[in-house]
Each structure stands twice: as C-alpha cells, then as structure tokens.
C-alpha cells in the first residue's frame, strides 16, 4: 500500500469513529466525549475512561490503546486487522466501548 492509500483508509478510518460518536450521543444515553488532534482520535467516557485511536504513519498501522489493552491493526485489504489475532478493528472498538460506556455499542455498522 501506498503512503496516500494508507493515509486515505486511515483518515475514513478516524471519521467513521468520530460519525459513529456523534449517532451514539444522538441516539443513546452513551455520553461519549470525541476529539480529533492531527491523526489521533480520543474518546473519553463519562467515568472519565479513554479510548485513544492514533495513526502510525511511517508504519501503515493504527493504534488502539483502551483498558483492555494495546492493539496494533494493518489494512488487509479488506479490513483494518489486528496484527496478532486477526480480529477486525471496529469489532474490537466496538467491544471496547461498549464495555467502558455500560451499553452497547455497535461501531461495525457505522
């Protein structure tokens, strides 16, 4: 992959986040706080918990840091893939939120 193509996949990537954010604070009692600095996305929970998404540029990857711990997902070619297990990016953020939010959280369908 390119470094344009990487950067194109990455930014919908932080989008579709922040879009998905905004419908669970319209649609849900999920309170989620999202800021966008450059190519990270934070998340904050109202327990004041975190759940930060930032690009790693120079190696195609994007980062996943929340209380279930640290993740590192590459495009695939079809979807953004966890690099150890192979588990797809919006299904472990979903899990994720959904877990520090109480409520569910579907972000595979944003």
Not at 27 to 45: H, P, S, Y
Request: net charge negative.
């Amino acid at each position: 992959m390119t470094d344009l193509e990487y950067m194109d996949r990455a930014e919908a990537l932080l989008r579709r986040i922040e879009l998905a954010c905004d419908r669970f604070n319209e649609d849900t009692e999920a309170d989620i706080d999202n800021q966008r600095v450059g190519g990270m996305v934070t998340l904050t929970f109202p327990d004041r918990s975190q759940i930060v998404v930032n690009l790693q540029k120079p190696l195609h990857e994007v980062w996943l840091a929340s209380r279930s711990g640290g993740y590192h997902f590459v495009f695939d070619g079809t979807h953004w893939a966890d690099t150890k297990t192979g588990v797809d990016f919006y299904a472990q953020l979903s899990r994720d939120a959904s877990a520090q939010a109480g409520l569910p959280l579907d972000f595979t369908a944003a």
